[in-house]
């Protein structure tokens, strides 16, 4: 009588699950290239064959379907037993990836009014006053931090999209080498700062720990005279911000129609009405807390002209990179506006120290792309401008070192933070 054969296409006897799955099938034990002669190889071998006498034995292997472990047995060995076979079940949603973690809710969301550590900062500035490169730095700013300062800073995104501008930000600055497109509607982004800085007055040898979600809207330069339809909501968002970043560009205040004046004063004189008419007006004066930056510092123009006029300091270490110093940097400003700019940025002067209080206002001389560096990383007064023009579009040249694009804003959250008026989220 021949032995019988196991088949493993014929039906199993006596199989009273009708649709069952099958079961996986073993995993072939023969090596690659190893002969798989039907006679000898492993289907014909059957799933529990003993060892060839020419092998060393094999430890007996768990089949690869799920297994249960029976718990020591009296024998006081564990044995493997199959588990049984599973039902058909439903097919499911489409796993992406089997080793993500849970996903936790953001630590606050924009929505939340009640979240203490909220900013809302208004962003103003001229049209190609460089607003959106000012947001697009930041996260370079942030990961460089600590190159030029003792402690650190995290920025994420609390929306897809805040987080989607970051990831794209860096990517067309430094990959790409290019400028953000003109702002063409309203963006807003809320993103959470994590930081550790150096403290200030007696604590200066203190990290001090800082953490805040700040909403920020970019708006384009144009929504700030007041026959563009974006204008109401664009004074809205700056009536209930606590804070203002105001950006300068002297360049642009030099042509007419980027004149910085054009774009200020209308929008000043209505953030007025609308604080006097809400009776929220601080000491007769607009409540906010504001950082004016001199953007563009980077530029020849304006450079120059600084550096000839003594505004202008150097690091001894790291990239060397030019600066002028937070204290000089008020009067930095009074004199570009007095003796290199005209009698309009005298006007933007005049209407900052009257309409908000002078303790408020903090000047920056800031560059969001930084100078061009040698091959050395270091700053050389010979070679520093860091745009060049290829095929009529501006370029950087060499990768983004921004200056003074993270400090008008920790700087603003601290100063709203200690000044005790709070100004927290208001409904105005
Ligand atoms: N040299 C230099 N140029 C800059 C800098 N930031 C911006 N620019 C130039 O200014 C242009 C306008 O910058 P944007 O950031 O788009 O200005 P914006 O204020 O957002 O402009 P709108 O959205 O039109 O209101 C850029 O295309 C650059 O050519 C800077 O830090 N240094
Ligand atoms: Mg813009």
Redesign the pocket.
């Known amino acids: 009588m021949s032995a019988q054969l196991w088949d493993p296409n014929s039906e199993p006897q006596g199989d009273s699950q009708q649709g069952a799955p099958p079961r996986p099938a073993h995993p072939p034990r023969t090596a690659p290239g190893e002969p798989t002669d039907a006679a000898t190889g492993p289907a014909a071998a059957g799933p529990f064959q003993p060892a060839q006498p020419d092998r060393p034995p094999e430890p007996p292997q768990p089949p690869p379907w799920p297994q249960r472990v029976v718990p020591l047995q009296p024998s006081g060995r564990t044995e493997f037993q199959p588990a049984p076979a599973y039902p058909p079940q439903p097919v499911g949603p489409p796993v992406q990836d089997g080793n993500l973690a849970p996903l936790r809710i953001p630590t606050a969301r924009q929505e939340d009014g009640s979240a203490a550590d909220r900013m809302r900062i208004g962003l103003w500035?001229a049209?190609?006053?460089?607003?959106?490169?000012?947001l697009a730095a930041l996260p370079l700013a942030a990961i460089q931090y600590q190159r030029h300062e003792e402690g650190n800073w995290l920025i994420g995104g609390m929306t897809g999209e805040s987080s989607g501008f970051l990831n794209d930000s860096v990517t067309k600055l430094t990959i790409e080498r290019r400028?953000?497109s003109?702002?063409t509607g309203l963006e807003g982004m809320s993103w959470s700062f994590h930081g550790q800085e150096p403290g200030t007055g007696m604590m200066r040898k203190r990290l001090r720990e800082a953490s805040f979600v700040l909403e920020i809207q970019?708006a384009?330069?144009?929504a700030f005279v007041p026959s563009n339809p974006l204008h109401a909501r664009v004074i809205d968002q700056l009536a209930r911000a606590q804070g203002l970043i105001y950006?300068f560009d002297p360049l642009g205040d030099a042509q007419k129609d980027t004149h910085s004046l054009t774009f200020f004063f209308s929008t000043l004189n209505e953030l007025h009405n609308r604080i006097r008419n809400a009776g929220t007006h601080d000491r007769g004066r607009l409540p906010h807390h504001v950082s004016v930056c001199i953007?563009?510092f980077?530029?020849p123009e304006i450079f120059q002209p600084a550096v000839e006029a003594g505004w202008v300091t150097q690091d001894t270490v790291g990239a060397q990179l030019p600066r002028v110093p937070a204290h000089l940097a008020d009067g930095y400003f009074q004199w570009l506006c007095n003796d290199y700019r005209g009698a309009t940025a005298r006007l933007v002067r005049d209407g900052l120290a009257a309409y908000f209080h002078p303790e408020r206002v903090k000047y920056y001389a800031t560059?969001?792309?930084g100078f061009r560096l040698n091959p050395q990383h270091i700053f050389d007064y010979r070679n520093y401008a860091?745009?060049e023009i290829v095929n009529g579009e501006?370029r950087i040249c060499t990768s983004p070192e921004p200056i003074n694009v993270l400090e008008p804003l920790t700087d603003l959250e601290r100063r709203m933070r200690t000044s005790g008026n709070g100004r927290k989220v208001r409904p105005w």
Do not use: C, M, Q, W
């Open positions: 500035g049209p190609r006053s460089g607003k959106t490169t000012y400028f953000p003109a702002t970019d384009p330069g144009e950006l953007a563009k980077d530029h560059s969001a792309i860091n745009v501006p």
